[in-house]
C-alpha cells in the first residue's frame, strides 16, 4: 500500500496542477511581477468598482474608534487606509490599530509605501495566512480582499482567522466569486481574451493576468465558501454578491 508523501499532493495554480509545494513559490512569482503596477492594473480591470467594493466591506465590518483590524494579504494598502480612518491609529488616547500583513513582500513594500506617503503609520507584517504570527483572541475584525483564492490550505487560514478574532469579531472575505449565469458568456470573453491583453499592455504580463482569470474559476462558489466558514468556526456566516456575483462579500462571526 502506497502512501501519500509532501510530494505528492497537488492542487491547482489556475488551470495548471503543481505540486502543493510549489504553489505558494508560483503565487509569489505572479505578484512580485504584478506589485508595480498592481493598483493601476485593479482600475482598468474593474472600472474603479474594486474602490466601491472595498468601502462596501468597511461598512458592513460594523468597526468603531478604538477597535483592532487585520488586514491579510492587504498588499496595496487600500483597505488597511480605510479603516484607520475608521478605529483611529494608535495612541494613549486611543487603543485603535490596524495591521496589513503579506505574504509577498514586494506587494508589502508597495502598500506600506503608499501609506506613508498617505501620513499614516500602519504596522506591515510580512507573514503566512496559514500560520499567523498573532496571539489567540487579538482583533475585532479581520479582513481578506482577493487574497483567500490565492491560498494552498484555504480551511487552514480560515481557521487562523478565526483564532486570532475575539469573540464577538467578524471575518470579512472580499473576493471574486461566481457571476450571475446569464453573463457568465461575456465574463469569460473579458477575462480570458480582454483581460491578458490588459495585462500585457499595461503591466507588460500577460501570463500573470491569465492566471489571475484561471485563479477566479477555481476559487469556491459563494455556498462553497460559506459552508467552509461554518466548518472553521463561524457563525451566522451570509453573503453579498456584488455587481452580479463578479465579487462576493462573506461575512462570519466569531461566538
Known amino acids: 500500500m502506497q502512501h501519500n508523501t509532501e510530494q505528492d499532493k497537488t492542487t491547482h495554480f489556475g488551470f495548471e496542477t503543481v505540486a502543493e509545494q510549489d504553489k505558494q513559490k ?8 504584478v506589485a508595480q503596477k498592481y493598483n493601476i492594473m485593479n482600475d482598468v480591470m474593474s472600472a474603479g468598482l474594486h474602490r466601491l467594493w472595498k468601502r462596501f466591506a468597511v461598512d458592513v465590518s460594523g468597526v468603531g474608534q478604538g477597535d483592532k483590524v487585520l ?3 492587504g498588499g496595496s494598502g487600500d483597505l488597511s ?3 484607520a480612518r475608521k478605529v483611529g491609529t494608535q495612541s494613549a488616547h486611543n487603543p485603535g490599530q490596524v495591521i496589513l500583513t503579506d505574504i509577498n513582500a514586494s506587494m508589502l513594500g508597495v502598500g506600506r ?6 501620513g499614516l503609520n500602519i504596522p506591515a507584517a510580512q507573514c503566512n495566512a496559514e500560520t499567523l504570527p498573532f496571539a489567540d483572541e487579538t482583533f475585532d475584525c479581520v479582513i ?6 490565492n491560498m494552498t490550505h484555504k480551511d487552514a487560514a480560515l481557521r487562523e482567522m478565526q483564532r486570532v478574532l475575539k469573540p464577538g469579531g467578524r471575518l470579512l472575505v472580499l473576493e471574486f466569486s461566481k457571476v450571475w449565469q446569464p453573463l457568465e458568456k461575456l465574463y469569460d470573453a473579458y477575462s480570458f481574451k480582454l483581460l491578458p491583453k490588459l495585462g500585457k499592455w499595461i503591466a507588460n504580463d500577460e501570463p500573470s493576468y491569465r492566471y489571475l482569470a484561471e485563479s477566479i474559476r ?5 455556498e462553497t465558501l460559506k459552508q467552509m466558514m461554518y466548518e472553521a468556526g463561524f457563525a451566522k456566516v451570509d453573503y453579498y454578491n456584488l ?6 462579500l462573506h461575512k462570519g462571526v466569531k461566538i
Open 71 to 73: 488586514d491579510i494579504a
Open 218 to 222: 477555481m476559487h469556491p462558489d459563494q
Open 26 to 33: 508560483k503565487v509569489g512569482e505572479v505578484f512580485h511581477s
Open 81 to 83: 487606509r480605510l479603516f
Open 113 to 118: 509605501d503608499r501609506l506613508i506617503d498617505d
Open 144 to 149: 481578506v480582499a482577493f487574497g483567500l483564492r
Open 243 to 248: 455587481t452580479a456575483g463578479v465579487v462576493a
